[in-house]
């Protein structure tokens, strides 16, 4: 499993989202800013994370809540509504 790298300290968290408030631009691939990493927590039920950059491996991971998902920098990435969820994003540089 990806962890955070060491030194990158936490400055936002999203709301949490269900299965019927994920935004539809989480559902698609897109990346985060430069220097930006994602921890994907799930609360609640499972979450199909994917990792869809061509320049990277692709990768296709179940969350749970005792599974987290990394999302690293730039690397272009979606998600995917399995059933019911709650999950947050957390938010470090």
Do not use: C
Request: aromatic share 8%; proline share 8%; charged share 25%.
């Amino acid at each position: 499993m990806r962890s955070l790298p060491e030194g990158v300290a936490h400055y936002k968290s999203s709301p949490v989202f269900t299965e019927e408030t994920v935004p539809a631009a989480l559902q698609r691939s897109h990346t985060t800013a430069e220097g930006t990493w994602g921890r994907i927590t799930i609360l609640e039920g499972s979450l199909l994370y994917r990792i869809t950059d061509e320049r990277v491996p692709a990768e296709e991971i179940l969350l749970t809540p005792e599974k987290f998902g990394v999302v690293e920098p730039r690397i272009e990435h979606e998600v995917s509504i399995v059933g019911p969820v709650r999950f947050q994003v957390d938010f470090h540089r």
